[in-house]
Antibody, heavy 120, light 108 residues
Framework: QPVESGGGLVQPGRSLRLSCVVS????????MHWVRQVPGKGLEWVAG????????AYGDSVRGRFTISRDNAKQSLYLQMNSLRADDTALYFC???????????????WGQGTLVTVSS | SYVLTQPSSVSVAPGQTARFTCGGD??????VHWYQQKPGQAPVVVVF???DRPSGIPARFSGSKSGSTATLIISEVEAGDEADYFC???????????FGGGTKLTVL
């Protein structure tokens, strides 16, 4: 199961890097994603990355500000968040796509999330 | 970008059937996945690829799709089914995963 970390309180305009460690499976066989949720609201897909990092994609609201990456040797996924805004405040989940392909199937394993609060 | 439309709430009595709809343009060409999220927990997939059920999900959960609408059905609803339900698709045109706004199930 994925375990996220790196969340916290950050001022608008600053940066934050989230991490997600996945154990118990061959991490390098699966596409991975970040999904966020404002407490009490819906799910918003943030970004995804293919198993070999060749394909990356971003949601409209974060494109150009956030960067997704992974280190298969460390079984880890990352999200570098720059130019943070108040509306980036949310619980950020790390999620594994069921198969190797990007966009091929559903997310079958989720972490419990790490909370990011953007406020002065 | 692609939009999935879900009603905000559904209410049913225990033992009855709950139906959740998810609408989107050209939905017929996309695979629809459904997630259940209980308060304070991460989402869990209950139906994938329109109508398949993961192992461990009760047979009371089923899915279908017709035209531009996908439907999640929970038969013999129990109090423990009370949760938010989200639909999801992959929008190949924009290379984006899209979630519906979610439907809150209240068991009366």
């Amino acid at each position: 199961q994925p375990v996220e970390s790196g969340g916290g309180l950050v001022q608008p305009g600053r940066s934050l890097r989230l991490s997600c460690v996945v154990s118990g499976l061959n991490f390098d066989m699966y596409a991975m994603h970040w999904v966020r949720q404002v407490p009490g609201k819906g799910l918003e897909w943030v970004a995804g990355i293919s198993w070999n990092s060749e394909k990356k994609a971003y949601g409209d609201s974060v494109r150009g500000r956030f960067t997704i990456s992974r280190d298969n040797a460390k079984q880890s996924l990352y999200l570098q968040m720059n130019s943070l805004r108040a509306d980036d405040t949310a619980l950020y989940f790390c999620a594994k796509e069921r198969m190797m392909g990007f966009g091929e199937t559903h997310f079958d394993s989720w972490g419990q999330g790490t909370l990011v609060t953007v406020s002065s | 970008s692609y939009v999935l439309t879900q009603p905000s709430s559904v209410s049913v009595a225990p033992g009855q059937t709950a139906r959740f709809t998810c609408g989107g343009d050209n939905l017929g060409g996309k695979s629809v996945h459904w997630y259940q999220q209980k308060p304070g927990q991460a989402p869990v997939v209950v139906v994938f690829d329109d109508s398949d059920r993961p192992s461990g999900i009760p047979a009371r959960f089923s899915g279908s799709k017709s035209g531009s609408t996908a439907t999640l059905i929970i038969s013999e609803v129990e109090a423990g089914d009370e949760a938010d339900y989200f639909c999801q698709v992959w929008d190949r045109s924009f290379d984006q995963w899209v979630f519906g706004g979610g439907t809150k199930l209240t068991v009366l």
